[in-house]
């Protein structure tokens, strides 16, 4: 039983314009959450979090909503680049010490130029 | 050494025989983590460890064992190789469970 969800395996969008990648998850332990992004042949880089108690966290172009009634997060990106190009994680875990990350299926995210 | 590395870098290994994945941070954070990664199915955890001298079983530990000796270093290892262990395999560190966690470059093991 998948946790964490992304069900958008792929999204392309043209660069200058707002990329939202989705993620739900359905364990309501889960109060922080996390997004990675990973090029090929490199490991995930940590690129944004949030905690439960917030509804919104943002970091130069990369923001992310979090909606706990409904169990989903979105990342945005403003205004997208082509060095956005990567397959995007998000990444949900309970604050009650277990240490234990869960993470999505990836979304692979193409800016195109 | 700056960061995490992991050795090594690729691996074609016969199906039943043993090998270890290296890891070793130098930032020294507490915890330390292996994952696996398919196509389809994300990053899986397989192991981790809190803090040197403890281990804990992840989403998928099954044919896996772990140790962690010191706080650098925490190797992974396949007692008997199978093919389904073919995988991606990522070796991740975090001061503290709030805090980002930081991946190293991977391990690309094939079995046959």
């Known amino acids: 039983d998948q946790q964490v969800k992304q069900n958008s395996p792929s999204l392309s969008v043209q660069e200058g314009r707002i990329s939202i990648l989705n993620c739900d998850y359905t364990?309501?332990?889960?109060?922080?959450f996390l997004w990675y992004k990973k090029y090929p042949a490199e490991g995930p880089t940590f690129l944004i979090s949030i905690s439960s108690i917030k509804d919104k966290n943002e970091d130069g172009r990369f923001t992310v909503f979090l909606n706990k009634s409904a169990k989903h997060l979105s990342l945005h990106i403003v205004p997208s680049q082509p060095g956005d190009s990567a397959v995007y994680f998000c990444a949900a875990t309970p604050t009650s010490g277990t240490y234990k990350y869960i993470f999505g299926t990836g979304t692979r995210l193409k800016v195109l130029a | 050494i700056a960061g995490i590395t992991q050795a090594p870098t690729s691996q074609i290994l016969a199906a039943g025989r043993r090998m270890t994945l290296r890891c070793t941070q130098d930032?020294?954070?507490?915890?330390m983590y292996w994952y696996r990664q398919d196509l389809g199915l994300g990053l899986r955890l397989i192991h981790y460890s809190n803090t040197a001298g403890t281990t804990g079983k992840g989403e998928v530990p099954d044919g896996y064992s772990v140790s962690r000796a010191n706080t650098d270093d925490f190797p992974l290892t396949l007692a008997s190789a199978v093919p389904s262990q073919t995988s991606v395999y990522f070796c991740?560190?975090?001061?503290?469970?709030?805090?980002?966690?930081?991946f190293g470059p991977g391990t690309r093991l094939t079995v046959l």
């Open positions: 930032m020294r954070h507490n915890a």
């Open positions: 364990n309501s332990m889960f109060d922080y």
């Open positions: 991740a560190s975090s001061q503290g469970l709030l805090n980002k966690q930081f």
